[in-house]
């Protein structure tokens, strides 16, 4: 069974950069199998797909992320973390990586595993 956990900071200031770290156990990212996600919830609000991450490394990106997002992986350590420039208040959330089949994730149901989440605040 696939487990992932998310680690990163609970509060980062605005204009900073946000970085977060998927670790994932009982599978591998070079799996062929999954798609591996970002996801986010902002507070009163549904889940937003941010991007993905290939078994072979190829980067996916939400069209409205692209500019201010990264996702990097380290396959000796089975991570991989997610960057987001120049935050602002409204990248408050809970950050969510998981495992799909599919390359867009929009409800909970289209992830086969989900990390358990870790909220973000941004703010002075």
């Known amino acids: 069974q696939v487990q992932l956990q998310e680690s990163g900071p609970g509060l980062v200031k605005p204009s900073q950069t946000l970085s977060l770290t998927c670790t994932v156990s009982g599978g591998s990212l070079t799996d062929d199998t999954y798609f591996w996600e970002w996801i986010r919830q902002p507070p009163g609000k549904g889940l937003e797909w941010m991007g993905a991450i290939t078994y072979n490394g190829n980067i996916f990106y939400s069209p409205s992320l692209e500019s201010s997002a990264s996702i990097s992986r380290d396959t000796s350590k089975n991570q991989f973390t997610l960057q987001l420039r120049f935050v602002t208040p409204e990248d408050t959330a809970v950050y969510y990586c998981?495992?799909?089949?599919?390359?867009?994730?929009?409800?909970?149901?289209?992830?086969?595993?989900w990390g358990q989440g870790t909220q973000v605040t941004v703010s002075s």
């Open positions: 998981a495992a799909s089949r599919d390359l867009v994730v929009r409800t909970r149901h289209e992830a086969d595993y």
